[in-house]
């Protein structure tokens, strides 16, 4: 009797463990989490975007930038894409080589043979070891780990879309761009199940409030980026904070004053209340996009504020 009793007992324990129908979903992965405080909306947590990878540790858009900013706990890894003369995409911010790397002249005259034998430099100048990756390679590297923001894709998109279905990480994908919302619904609206599209919108133009509103009615996009070059001027920023609440997540860049009111990455070495506290207090930020990803968590981390 007591032998059936422990049975019992076992399968009683087994059951509850997969009686699944009573507990909220749990994310398979790292990605799966992340895409749900997005999709969710979730305003408990600020999101951190390292821009072209955590290019002070290492170059930018390289495979070793990537790996550092997973390491440190980033959230959303942005990275540039440019095409090579023989239609291969690679991780590149520039058309040119010159600044990032070892050679010399236009991306789309050069081969992908040609460019993997060229060093990547780091933000000093300085030739490394690193070279460049293909987007494919950084897939790969990234895939169930960290969200991906691919900027300069959208011209690129029929070609991106296969080696997001090849490499698994359709669902790990964020698309930004300025494109009217009937324009984006005509480009990407077959994909947009799966990628995720967040418009950009420069709060500045005095047809900011008709592009929010075609965006809000034709999009439903989960979250929006904002910019504003004027400290001063926050009527707009604050309006939009009123007006997204509870809609969409509001993304910030804080690489350099014009794209944030002049509460940037500089102003954050300071003061990180007066430059990240007031984006994440005042206007509703809950995406910053950084060059300093550590500093911004180690901020975040301190206030509560970051997963």
């Not at 324990?13 to 997005?38: D, F, I, K």
């Not at 879309?161 to 005509?186: N, Y």
């Not at 997540?249 to 300071?270: A, Q, R, V």
Request: with cysteine; hydrophobic share 45%; aromatic share 6%.
């Amino acid at each position: 009797m007591k032998r059936i009793a422990i049975v019992l007992l076992a399968l009683a324990v087994l059951a509850g463990c997969a009686g699944g129908g009573t507990q909220s979903a749990v994310p398979e992965n790292r990605v799966e989490a992340l895409r749900m405080q997005l999709l969710s909306g979730d305003t408990s947590a600020v999101l951190v975007v390292a821009h072209r990878g955590d290019w002070r540790y290492a170059p930018e858009n390289s495979i070793a930038a990537i790996e550092h900013s997973i390491a440190v706990g980033v959230d959303i890894v942005e990275l540039d894409l440019q095409l090579t003369k023989d239609s291969v995409l690679i991780v590149m911010h520039d058309a040119t080589l010159n600044r990032t790397t070892t050679g010399k002249g236009r991306v789309a005259d050069w081969t992908l043979d040609s460019i993997r034998t060229l060093k990547l430099k780091n933000g000093c100048g300085i030739r490394t070891k690193h070279t460049v990756p293909t987007l494919e390679e950084a897939l790969l590297a990234a895939r169930g780990r960290v969200l991906l923001n691919l900027d300069k894709a959208d011209r690129y998109f029929d070609l991106v879309v296969p080696l997001l279905e090849k490499t698994g990480t359709t669902r790990q994908i964020v698309m930004k761009g300025s494109k009217p919302a009937a324009e984006v619904l005509g480009l990407y609206g077959k994909y947009l199940d799966e990628v995720i599209y967040m418009p950009v919108v420069n709060l500045d133009r005095e047809d900011a409030p008709e592009s929010m509103e075609a965006y809000i009615a034709e999009l439903k996009p989960v979250a929006y980026e904002l910019i504003y070059a004027e400290a001063e001027d926050a009527a707009m920023p604050l309006r939009m904070r009123d007006e997204l609440r509870g809609k969409a997540l509001i993304w910030y860049n804080t690489l350099w004053d014009t794209l944030c009111g002049g509460h940037d990455d500089d102003l954050s070495l300071e003061d990180p209340d007066a430059a990240f506290g007031y984006l994440i207090d005042t206007l509703g930020a809950r995406i910053i996009q950084t060059d300093r990803a550590e500093h911004l968590l180690t901020y975040l981390r301190d206030r509560g504020l970051h997963r």
